[in-house]
């Protein structure tokens, strides 16, 4: 048996134990998927204190409608479903995005110049998936920082797959527009 069908038993027992009330099991769940929430949401954001509460509210959200939970899709795909909706909801808030100071990105080996053009470079893509109309975000930061399939971000989205196959067409195509000239001009 596969790592990843183990974890996904290991997810349905703690669920079912969830759905009966069970709130350490639920507690262990939000230990397993805290983080990864918190990337999507802040990638999604641009705000790390921003994404650490969303991260919380998808979570009471998650305990909330955990009785309507279905296994027919992973629960992480669940998860991540709602916490979109989170970000989506606090985006249009009209909330302003601060700039993504506390995202450690400088490796220990880099010289310091080096270190500071890493930084500069992250923080120019960083600011272009912000850019990005939030459906294309979604998709984009589902696919290439959460390495979902396209199935799976259809399912998590509650999309065509057509759907996912053109928003991240069209993310790709505007970040290439967007970074290339950049990249270009620091060579």
């Known amino acids: 048996m596969s790592e990843t069908s183990t974890v996904a038993i290991a997810d349905l027992e ?10 350490q099991a639920f507690g ?4 397993r998927y805290r983080e990864r929430v918190i990337g999507v949401v802040y990638r999604m954001c641009g705000d ?10 998808a979570f009471v959200r998650a305990w909330q409608q955990l009785p309507r939970y ?6 992480q795909s669940w998860l991540y479903r709602i916490a979109l909706n989170r970000a989506t909801d606090v985006l249009r808030a009209d909330r302003e995005t601060a700039d993504v ?10 010289e310091p110049e080096a270190a500071a053009e890493r930084n500069a470079l992250h923080e120019q893509v960083q600011q272009a998936v912000l850019a990005l109309p939030e459906a294309s975000r979604s998709v984009l930061i589902l696919r290439e920082y959460e ?16 759907t996912v ?8 195509g505007r970040l290439r527009e967007w970074l290339c000239p950049l990249l270009e001009a620091g060579t």
Do not use: C, H, W
């Not at 262990?28 to 230990?31: A, F, I, P, R, S």
């Not at 971000?153 to 057509?162: K, R």
């Not at 196959?165 to 790709?172: G, W």
């Open 14 to 23: 703690l669920i079912a134990l969830a759905q009966q009330g069970d709130r």
């Open 28 to 31: 262990e769940l939000v230990m």
């Open 48 to 57: 790390s204190q921003l994404a650490e509460d969303a991260a919380q509210e």
């Open 70 to 75: 279905q296994p027919r899709a992973p629960f």
């Open 101 to 110: 100071d506390d995202l450690p990105l400088v490796a220990q080996e880099l």
């Open 147 to 162: 390495g979902l399939s396209y199935k799976e971000i259809a399912e998590t989205l509650d999309i065509p797959l057509g």
């Open 165 to 172: 196959m053109s928003r991240l067409n069209y993310a790709r």
